[in-house]
C-alpha cells in the first residue's frame, strides 16, 4: 500500500489495494473469482458448514494517524450482525439434520420392529396350525367311552336295593317270631286251641308276606 495508508487492527489486505475485516471465530477466509471480472470476493465461511457464509466488504486503506473512518466501524457492527444470524443457521441446521436422522433411525427401528413382528406371528401361526392338527389327530384317536350313569341315578338304585333288603330282613323276623308264637301255644294251650291259633298266626304270617312283597 502507498504511503501512510494501511489496514486498522481487525483488518487485512483484500488485494486491489483495499482492507477486509478478519474473519471471526468459528469461520474461515475464503476467495471466490477474482482476475479479469474483477477483484475478488472475499467471504466468511463458516467451519461447521460450508453453505453458511457471509460476505466481506473491502474497504479503502485508512490513515493511521487520523481517526478510524466511520466506514469501518459500521463493517464491524455488520459482521458482528452477520455472525450472529449464521451461527444461529447452523445451529438451526444442525439440529434439524439431527432431527433427521433421528426420525430416519426410529423409522429403521420401526420398520425392523414390525418385520420381526411378522415374522414371529407366522411362526407362532405355523406353530398353532400343527398344535391343532396334533390335537385333531388325538381326539380321533380316543375310545367312544358309552356315557355312564348319572349320580342321581345311581343313588336311586342303591335306596331302592337297600329298601328291599330292609323288608326282607323284617319279613324273616316276623316269620320267626310268628313261629316262635305257634310252638309257645302248643305248649300253653290245649291242642284244639293250639291249632286254631297257629292257624291264625300262619294267616297273619301270608297276609304280611303278600303286604310286604307288594
Known amino acids: 500500500m502507498g504511503g501512510n ?8 489486505e483484500g488485494g486491489f489495494f483495499s482492507c477486509q475485516a478478519a474473519c471471526p471465530s468459528e469461520f474461515k477466509s475464503v476467495r471466490d473469482g477474482g482476475g479479469s ?4 470476493v472475499a467471504k466468511c465461511v463458516s467451519v461447521r458448514r460450508n453453505d453458511r457464509f457471509f460476505t466481506l466488504n ?4 485508512a490513515d493511521p494517524n487520523e481517526p478510524l473512518p466511520s466506514e469501518y466501524e459500521a463493517e464491524l457492527d455488520r459482521i458482528k ?25 426410529a423409522r429403521s427401528k420401526n420398520v425392523s420392529d414390525y418385520s420381526k ?23 380321533s384317536l380316543k375310545p367312544l367311552r358309552p356315557p355312564t350313569a348319572p349320580a342321581s341315578d345311581m343313588e336311586k338304585e342303591r335306596r331302592e336295593i337297600t329298601e328291599i333288603a330292609k323288608r326282607n330282613l323284617f319279613f324273616i323276623q316276623v316269620a320267626l317270631f310268628l313261629v316262635v308264637l305257634a310252638m309257645l301255644g302248643y305248649i300253653v294251650f290245649p291242642l284244639d286251641s293250639a291249632n286254631l291259633i297257629a292257624f291264625a298266626l300262619l294267616s297273619v304270617g301270608v297276609a304280611m308276606g303278600f303286604f310286604l312283597k307288594g
Not at 495508508?5 to 487485512?12: M, Q
Not at 471480472?37 to 475478488?40: D, K, R, V
Open 5 to 12: 495508508l494501511s489496514c486498522p487492527a481487525g483488518f487485512e
Open 37 to 40: 471480472l474483477g477483484p475478488p
Open 58 to 61: 473491502l474497504l479503502r486503506p
Open 81 to 105: 450482525t452477520e455472525k450472529a444470524r449464521v451461527l444461529g443457521m447452523v445451529d438451526t441446521d444442525v439440529q434439524e439434520t439431527r432431527l433427521q436422522r433421528d426420525a430416519i433411525d
Open 117 to 139: 413382528i411378522q415374522s414371529d406371528y407366522a411362526a407362532f401361526s405355523e406353530q398353532r396350525k400343527v398344535a391343532d392338527e396334533i390335537e385333531k389327530t388325538k381326539e
